[in-house]
């Protein structure tokens, strides 16, 4: 199983960026379906982002289409997510997820993956 990292979260003013990281361990990205999702106090987990198990497609949440940008360095086995144009209801805990048995009906469905990082917070303010 692929163990996973996220870093690079914080505090932005709304209209402000920021990259958050996922640095996996244990086993290469390669073949493995990876996204980003979110989770705000008493709301449902969110996806927010994702490649496909062939890393050949992209994918994105309605809310975050044109300002989220996934982007991975298979050389360093990291996946980012790069953030412009934050808004406040951006605010939320935001997870690193990987499968390698995940299809492409299923990626938005947080339990299509078994590996999840701890989590790194993001806060927008106003």
């Known amino acids: 199983q692929v163990q996973l990292v996220e870093s690079g979260g914080g505090l932005v003013q709304a209209g402000g960026s920021l990259r958050v990281s996922c640095a996996a361990s244990?086993?290469?990205?390669?073949?493995?379906?990876v996204a980003w999702f979110r989770q705000a106090p008493g709301k449902q987990r969110e996806y927010v982002a994702g490649f496909s198990r062939t890393g050949g497609y992209t994918y994105y949440g309605d809310s975050v289409k044109g300002r989220f940008t996934i982007s991975k360095d298979s050389g360093k086995n990291t996946v980012f997510l790069q953030m412009n144009n934050l808004k406040p209801e951006d605010t939320a805990v935001y997870y690193c997820?990987?499968?390698?048995?995940?299809?492409?009906?299923?990626?938005?469905?947080?339990?299509?993956?078994?590996?999840w990082g701890q989590g790194t917070q993001v806060t927008v303010s106003e």
């Open positions: 997820a990987a499968g390698n048995r995940v299809i492409t009906s299923a990626l938005r469905s947080p339990g299509s993956y078994d590996s």
């Open positions: 244990g086993r290469t990205l390669s073949g493995y379906a």
